[in-house]
């Protein structure tokens, strides 16, 4: 082989018939556990990266790929880790704050109070 040979990963799993060849290897790498950071981050991932009806379709709002583009479903699945339900999610793009306050953890205490 010479030094300009291009090597290609290929995934173990098939993919699906939606999904490009190459688009599991473009997903980015989920936390291994999500923090408050992490948290905040994916609500500005899912917020910047919201979709918007375009002529050829649902495009990214920030960055006109195919909505939902891959910082989209990556805050989408953090925010999923961190037991929000997708109707959470949606309300959160709907505020349109990518600033905005994470709703309480399911089955947390509120703030301040005593076991």
Known sequence: ????????????????????????????PMPPYVTGEDAQFAVRAVVVHAPRS????????????????RLHRWGARVLAMRGLADADIAALIE?????????????????GSRP
């Open 1 to 28: 082989m010479s030094s300009s040979t291009v090597h290609r990963v290929r995934p173990d799993a098939p993919t699906g018939a939606a999904e490009a060849p190459g688009d599991l290897l473009r997903e980015i």
């Open 54 to 69: 375009w002529s050829g379709g649902t495009v990214c709002r920030n960055d006109a790929n195919p909505h939902p583009c």
């Open 95 to 111: 505020r349109g704050d990518p600033a905005a306050p994470l709703p309480p953890r399911p089955g947390a205490r509120p703030a």
